[in-house]
């Protein structure tokens, strides 16, 4: 969601600011500001709605701000319109207080009648507005005591960085279920939401965790907990290049990270398998727990929920144990079935989607173990998780995920291997079949990418269809949902995506002249199933744009119009193939629609507000 910046040291803060808000931009946004403090005119504060050049215009046009401690924002509207006067930072009434925020206050309108019944105007329809009046409300000379009190009035999720002019050298930053950052170098120091903001700057951070406090000033920090009691923090050091967070000379980044998937991959995998064994250090599950494991729960959104599916079929296969697949946004209001024999395995890429993170407390609460899967090192489901495996996809910039989604299929192959050889569940052969076919992926994936020219030309034919299904069965039916999505949250073309033996409980009354279907038909034991599916749109008068593997590649072409094809491969690992193709589709659609690839309209990369 929305992003945030702070910055206190030496140097002049405003071009600082409007660069981490750039690399901010993948977060999705609709507004932006800064506000600097001046040491001749105090806080000074400018905002716009629509893009950070329009802002740097804004501050250019002034001759620029001077001063060397700011905060900068970049707003996804949650509450009130997208406009000047919502944007962040906010200030108190007496202009004295600038605060930033990303979340949302729950008692916000609670909070805003009790200001105003004591003289207090408010200016916007945000609910950040009311940190901002109601510092300036408990404020008395000591802006920590007044933070404090904010804190344990207010209600919801928040990231805060608070300027105050009666403290012009020092950054205040809070979090309570959004995530925060710190930034340490020599003479200055950062706050934000996202290591990627700072990495130009320093590769030394600290992750704060809920509840926590920060007092920045260029040469020093303190954390604190919510009783402002001394917390000692642990800095991380960031060991990816800045240049993996810059497009590299392709036009998107989304292309850029399409092609980065064969390394991604490799990176992922090829460390965590050694003499033809998966060795997975970073776990500590014995071959008892899993015997005793009931029930294990895939937890996830969006396009992880999607890796979820395939993980599915892939564990109950490989393990013999039930899975369900679970949307993070719901658990917590199913009533779970959840025991210590339970295992809550949780898929984010940033690491601090909140209904994710939401469900995983759950799930604790009620007695599993945590398994999480996670991008992002020293993320919030990763420092509460019981064992946790990261993905080694670098840093994702695209909002739409290509590269994380990849490397999330990876270590659900290596888990369910990993898992089924403790159990005794997978036969030798099999294990080595499948462990061999694992390490041969990114060669296959690098070969489909070289098709790409193909791909550009088949959505040239069909990127004007209005509307767009995707079938499949089994893995194909997973593949076909991330298909889906992809092509929806670019295009923003409706698409919509179906196990293929439900076309007839009542999709297929929508399917008529002018419909594009995609069949994914790579799953050889369902092959013909899935082919007597097209043969029914066909004759409906659909177009069909079908994908499979390259030895079925005949049969399908005597059915549909158009075909794309992926190397052979075990049909466990289909979906990690078959997707690429999707993804290409996708973006050479949006691309010819002329839309803003890697920053869709309404989406934000990392979803932490409910």
Known sequence: MCGIIGYVGREEAAPILLNGLRRLEYRGYDSAGVAVYQPEDGLTVVKTKGRIQNLADQVEARGGIRGTLGLGHTRWATHGEPSDVNSHPHL?????IAVVHNGIIENYAEIKEFLQSRGVHFVSQTDTEVVAQLLEFYYDGNILDAVTKVLHRIRGAYALGILCADCPDRLIAARKDSPLILGYGDGFHFMASDVTAVIQYTRDVCYLDDGEIAEITADHVWVYDAYLRPVEKKLHRVDWEISAAEK??????????????????HDTVSPRIQAGKVVLDELTFTPEYLKDLEKIYVIACGSSYHVGMAAKYTLEKLLRKPVEVTLASEFRYCD??????????????????????????????????????????GSTIARESDDV?????????????????????????LIGLSFAEKLGTIAPQEYDAIVAELQRIPEKLTEILSHREHIQYLASIYFNHPSVFFIGRNVDYAVGLEGSLKLKEIS??????????????????????????????????????TMSNVVEVKSRGADVLGLTTADLEQD??????????????HPMLLPSLDVVPMQLFAYYVALMHGCDIDKPRNLAKSVTVE
């Not at 292309?255 to 064969?262: N, V, Y």
């Not at 495996?389 to 192959?413: F, H, M």
């Open 248 to 265: 590299g000379g392709y036009e998107h980044f989304m292309l850029k990270e399409i092609m980065e998937q064969p390394k991604a991959f």
């Open 492 to 529: 923003y073309l409706h698409s919509e995506a179906y196990a293929a033996g439900e076309l007839k409980h009542g999709t297929i009354s929508l399917i008529e002249p002018g419909t594009l279907v995609i069949a994914l038909a790579s799953y050889a034991p369902l092959f013909e199933k």
């Open 336 to 377: 779970p079935i959840v025991t210590q024999r339970t295992l809550a395995l949780v898929i984010s890429q940033s690491g601090e989607t909140i209904d994710t993170l939401a469900a995983m407390r759950e799930a604790k609460r009620l007695g599993a173990r945590v398994l999480s899967i996670v991008n992002v090192v």
């Open 92 to 96: 108190s009434q007496n202009g004295r």
């Open 389 to 413: 495996l990261y993905t080694w996809a670098g840093p994702e910039i695209a909002v739409a995920t290509t590269k994380a989604y990849s490397t999330q299929l990876a270590l659900i192959y």
């Open 556 to 569: 399908m072409a005597n059915v549909v119009d158009h075909t794309l094809t992926v190397p052979q491969t």
